[in-house]
Every structure is written in C-alpha cells, then in structure tokens.
C-alpha cells in the first residue's frame, strides 16, 4: 500500500509504508526486538532470531509460543467422594452455592438408575438431594446453575412426559420442579445446562430435535414458559449451520450469544456461532478445521480481557485438541493458544476456567503420564502447567469444569474410575510458598539503553529488577492486539495510573507508560506477590529514543531501507546488516514522541483512518549533524513510531551520529548510522 503524505510538504512523496515484508519485519520488532526481551544474548542471536522472523506471520508466532508446555507444580490432590452407582455414577460440573457447598449432578445410578442430583462440601461431606425417576427426566448430562432467586436449575438428556429430555428447577433442600418436557419439534436431549441471561430469563441448546433434527437453541422463565426456538440447526446452511450444540451458551459483555456446535457446517467438524436473544440474529464466525482443532464439547468463556476461549477436543496441531480464543472483535479466525499432542494430556472436554490469578485452569479427558486425563494450568500468553496426571485409583476421564472455591482450592469430577469404578469428586490445591516482594533497580526508555534515562506518556518503559514475575523464562503479550494492565499476576502502576504491561519476567518487565502521567518525578510501582518500594523515574513531555542493535552492546540504530527491506546496521559489527548509502529512503523505528491526532490512547493499537494512521507528529532527524528531510511519520503500533527519511546525495561516510528530535528534546547522541 502507498499513503501519500501531503500535508507540510510542496510535494508528494509516495512511500511504502506497508509492504508484506515490512510489516513481518515490524511484527518482529513487536515480538523480539522492541521490548528488549530480557538482555538477550549477541547482536548475532539476535539477528538469527529477527531472520528467521521475517518468514513468519503473526498467527505462527502465536501458534509456535502456545505450544509450550512445563512440569507439574507442586500441589495437594484430595478425593472428596467416590460414586458407587448407588449414591450416583459419572459426574456432572459443580457448581459453587452461596452457601459454599458444592452442586452437582450424575449421569446415572441412584436409586432408580436415572441419575441424582447430590450437594457436597468442602471437606467431603456428601449428600443425595435427589433421584431422577424418568417420568421427571433421566441421565442428566450438564451440571446446574444456581440462579438469582437461590434455587438451582438444569437439564436432562432423556425422559420427562416424552422421553427426550427436560428442564427443571430445585432448591438447595432437594425439591424438584419438572419446567419442560422436550417433544422433538421444539428440541430433543440435551446435553448441556442452560445460563440465566441478563433479562432474568434462560437460554439453552438441545443437541437434537427441532425443524431439522440437528439441535435447537431456546428461552424458558423461571415459570416454565417456554418460549419459541431461536434456531433450529442445518447440518449445513448459511444461516443457522451447524449440529449437535453440546455445550452451553455463553452471554457476552455486549448482550449476544455464542455457542458452539460438535459437528455440522462448512467442514463438518463444528463450528462457533452468535445469536440474539430475540432469535433474529445468527452468524457463524468460524468454522472448524484448518489445523485449529475440532469437534468442541465445551462453551466458550469471555476472558477478563474481553476475548472469547474455548476447547476444540480433537485434532489440532497436536492431534489431540486445542485451546483457542477469538479476539475482539471476532471479525477473524480463532487463534490457537495451546495444542495437546497426549503426553500433556488429550482431548479437552470441559469449559476453561479463569482463576483469580488470571491464568486459565482445565481437563482433559485422556492423555497424560497414564493416558487418563490431567488437570492444567494454561497461561495468557500459551504456555501450559500439567497440574495433576490421573492414574485410576484418583479418578479417570475428567470431562467437566473445574470449579474454583471460595478457599482458592480448585474442585472438580472424574466420570470414570476412584473406588468405586463410579467416578469421583476431588480438590486441588495448589501449594506455593510466599515469595518475596518485587524491588526495582532501575527504569529506562526501553529503547535509549541508558540506565534510567527519562520516560515520557505512551513511551515503552523498561523496568529492571528482582521477584517482578514469577512467569521463568519471561514471556510477551500475545493473545491481542491491545495490552492487559495485568499479566500473570504483574501489574505497575505509574503515578498511581495502570500501565499497559507487553513482557514479563523475574528481572524484567517492559509497559507502555499510561497517556495521562504528569511530567517530573513519577513513582513507579510494581506488584507481583506483594508491591514493591516506589522508585522514582523522571517523565517528560517528549522522550525519544531509536530503537538500537544488540540490547545496549552496539549503539546502532536498528534501521530498515525502503526499497528492499534490508538490514541497515554496520556490517562489520553486526552480520547480516548493510551500511546505508547516500540518497536511500530508510525507515526508523522510534518511541517517545507524544501524541498523535487524532489520539490513541496508551495501551490501544493505531486503527487505519482514510487508509492512513494518526499523523500530527512532526520530528526533525539529523545524521551526522545534518538535517535531513524527514519524508513522514506515523504510529504504526502501540507506542511505536514509523519514522522515514532520506540521507542527502551529499551526506558523506563512516558511523554518523543519528539523533531525533521532538520540541527541545533529543534522542541519545551516542547512536549510530553507518553509510558508505
């Protein structure tokens, strides 16, 4: 793409600010450059790691840093209750009461083989609420919800009135309420609980039944009134595609539902769809397959920072199902952000969890040590803990949600194995020891190299020290485009203002300074296990910095040429790079130069306006003492600026000083240009 700058200027200059290889070579900038990961190696490794870089987009470094798993953590596993057949036989989801009891169902067993409904406590004490007769439903295969009037509310897959399946209601002291006996024309077995929405009323899928025989989607109140279907699924359609929804639906923050669908659509392998509450609205964004997983058992979450995860069971890059999430605002395919491939466990069945401390907590239903499930631990950025590998005698087949209780303990159920061969209910608590308290050493503009070095509003920041994550090795940002204030349990705040954090480790973490930050001395704090002493930084109105080869080993300018993309750096020090010539159109990379107009706040990405991005930053670049004719600016990323140039025909040789500048503030004079 050419965006023609003509503004400030007697004549057009077309540039390139968008080529397919300066995009990938920005992206590995973001990814390995800009935030300076954690003083890695020689300007050589670095080199090795931009080259290989630029053969790769964005999703693939996605994919290729989610598939990294580590070893278990230390942690205490309990079995809280084993099923006989007798007090029940494969569990259900639990859910969390409020009166800090544990909720659940089982497929079958009780007293007339149909399935119970059972309340257990935090140290095990069980008891058997009620048993399914089949006149008021049977084999329950969803656990309950516990709705805003106290009681508890849930399906099951067969019997009632017509045999396939029910809705009922019953209360914390075992009283139940048959709401809806399924007929086949409004919807047949469901599989999966219904959600109380943000009307007060309930939504839920049945996996077959309606016009089509393929599942439906439905309303019903508190009273039983069950309104029309929403959709009736097409195993293959433009409007309603889809069948088989086992899962639950999932309200998102803006009001609509999402689902997911075990087969059907474009592919067959499932798909995730949207709808309304109103029934006329439904859209399917993706479509299973291409290597992202398929057949999904489990509904979709809406994380903190806003994306939506889910579970695909089978396939995958691993071959044995995948995480993904879909970034706001789900205009594009689902990235992947883990892939089993069974020693680290298989098959994920069960609805993620997102604990307090912002990680992803689930099951798998096989794989693992002894091929009979785990529990894991998934981080934001992809990297996977196996918590706990099931051996029989604990349990087998974990095919639910973990719930997390109010003690911080994660619970759950086996559907096979413990005792009995039944099942089980567990707790996991996860042991750690108290850490100490984060302490900063320094904060610098993250590109300047100089220790402490001035920071300014929207400028990346580095800040060094001890015990700031507890995430080894260190870890970026990955799952979207915008930036969390929290990553992994590290925040930092910044006169008090949340930064917008990008990397993380034990002695580095890098932000984007918040946009309203007042200048002069400015206390930076960071928390992870406790707060850290506040440490004093100096912030300016302007703060700019080039970014520079080798992490403060060289003190050259990292530098693009517009016409063939080349590495400008000098080729004698650093491999790989060429020297610039007289005349060359080169691109800078550079932060600390206020903010643009329109503006984008810290923390956001730049979006495209008029097919251009914000301007209103205007620096002048010197080379070797000069000015040279600075042909336009933009931000090209959060906190990043395009800055492009041409040397004079007359701008002589050798390593020249190159400095930018912004108002009376300048870049440091110590950074280099080699032109031959």
Same mark, same amino acid.
């Given at each position: 793409m050419e965006v023609y700058i003509t503004p400030d200027y007697r004549k057009r200059r077309a540039v390139n600010w968008a080529s397919d290889a300066a995009l990938t070579y920005l992206n590995c900038l973001i990814h390995n450059r800009v935030m300076k990961y954690a003083n890695a190696g020689t300007s050589g490794g670095l080199l090795i790691v931009a080259q290989r870089l630029l053969n790769w987009t964005r999703s693939s470094v996605f994919l290729l840093c989610g598939l990294m798993a580590t070893a278990s953590h230390a942690q205490t596993f309990t079995t809280l209750a084993n099923f006989n057949g007798a007090n029940g036989y494969n569990p259900n989801a639990l859910v969390l009461g409020s009166d800090g009891s544990f909720y659940g169902t089982t497929q079958g067993g009780g007293s007339s083989g149909n399935g119970t409904v059972f309340k257990i406590t935090t140290s095990g004490?069980?008891?058997?609420?009620?048993?399914?007769?089949?006149?008021?439903?049977?084999?329950p295969r969803a656990g309950l919800?516990?709705?805003?009037?106290?009681?508890?509310?849930?399906?099951?897959?067969?019997?009632?009135?017509?045999?396939?399946?029910?809705v009922f209601k019953i209360t914390a002291g075992g009283t139940l309420t048959t709401l809806h006996s399924f007929g086949g024309t409004d919807g047949s077995t469901p599989a999966a609980t219904v959600v109380q929405a943000s009307d007060g009323n309930f939504y839920g899928t049945t996996s077959g039944g309606g016009a089509n025989g393929h599942g439906t989607v439905f309303r019903i109140t508190a009273g039983g009134t069950f309104s029309r279907v929403l959709a009736d699924f097409v195993y293959y359609s433009p409007n309603t595609a889809g069948a088989e929804p086992l899962a639950a639906l999932l309200q998102a923050k803006d009001g609509s539902f999402?689902?997911?669908?075990?087969?059907?659509?474009?592919?067959?392998?499932?798909?995730?769809?949207?709808?309304?509450?109103?029934?006329?609205?439904?859209?399917?964004?993706?479509?299973?397959?291409?290597?992202?997983?398929?057949?999904?058992?489990?509904?979709?979450?809406?994380?903190a920072d806003g994306n939506l995860y889910g579970t695909a069971s089978q396939n995958g890059?691993?071959?044995?199902?995948?995480?993904?999430?879909f970034v706001s605002p789900f205009a594009s395919a689902p990235q992947v952000l883990y892939a089993f491939a069974g020693p680290d466990g298989a098959n994920p069945n069960g609805t993620l969890i997102?604990?307090?401390?912002g990680n992803f907590y689930g099951t798998t239903s096989a794989g693992g040590a002894n091929g009979r499930g785990t529990v894991f631990k998934l981080a934001l950025g992809g990297t996977l803990t196996t918590l706990h590998h099931f051996a029989g005698a604990d349990g087998a087949g974990p095919k639910t949600a973990l719930i997390q209780g109010t003690d911080g303990n994660f619970y759950g159920t086996t559907s096979q194995a413990g005792n009995n061969g039944g099942g089980t209910v567990f707790r996991l608590a996860l042991n750690s020891t108290a850490s100490p308290a984060p302490s900063i050493s320094e904060v610098d503009n993250a590109f300047s190299n100089i220790p402490n070095s001035p920071i300014q509003a929207g400028t990346w920041v580095a800040i060094k020290g001890t015990n700031l994550a507890n995430t080894n090795p260190g870890r970026g940002w990955n799952a979207n485009e915008n930036f969390p204030t929290s990553m992994d349990g590290t925040s930092v705040t910044i006169n008090n203002k949340p930064a917008f954090v990008y990397y993380i480790s034990p002695t580095q973490v890098n932000v984007q300074a918040p946009s309203d930050t007042a200048v002069g001395p400015v206390n930076v704090v960071v928390t992870n296990n406790g707060a850290s002493a506040g440490f004093t930084a100096q912030l300016q109105p302007f703060s700019p910095a080039l970014l520079q080869w080798g992490g403060g080993q060289y003190s050259y300018a990292e530098i693009t040429r517009n016409s063939d993309n080349a590495l400008i750096g000098n080729p004698s020090v650093i491999p790989g790079t060429v020297a610039a010539k007289a005349g060359d159109i080169l691109t800078l990379w550079v932060t600390g130069l206020g $903010?643009? %107009?329109?503006?984008? !706040?810290? @923390?956001?990405? /730049?979006? $495209?306006? %008029?097919?251009?991005? !914000?301007? @209103?930053?205007? /620096?002048t670049v010197t080379v070797g003492g000069r000015n040279v004719t600075v042909i336009g600016t933009i931000l090209r990323y959060a906190g990043l600026y395009q800055v492009n140039i041409q040397l004079p025909v007359s701008i002589g040789t050798g390593n020249l000083s190159i400095q930018v500048l912004e108002g009376s503030y300048q870049s440091p004079a110590n950074v280099l240009l080699t032109v031959q």
């Open positions: 004490a069980f008891t058997m609420l009620y048993n399914f007769a089949g006149s008021d439903g049977a084999t919800i516990q709705a805003t009037d106290g009681n508890f509310y849930g399906t099951t897959s067969q019997g009632g009135v017509n045999g396939q399946g029910t999402w689902g997911t669908t075990y087969s059907g659509g474009g592919s067959g392998l499932g798909l995730v769809f949207q709808t309304s509450a109103s029934g006329g609205y439904f859209n399917v964004p993706y479509y299973f397959g291409n290597g992202r997983g398929t057949a999904p058992t489990a509904a979709l979450i809406q994380a890059p691993g071959g044995q199902g995948t995480v993904f999430s997102q604990a307090t401390d $903010a643009t %107009n329109p503006a984008v !706040p810290a @923390g956001q990405q /730049p979006i $495209a306006v %008029n097919g251009n991005f !914000p301007l @209103g930053i205007n /620096p």
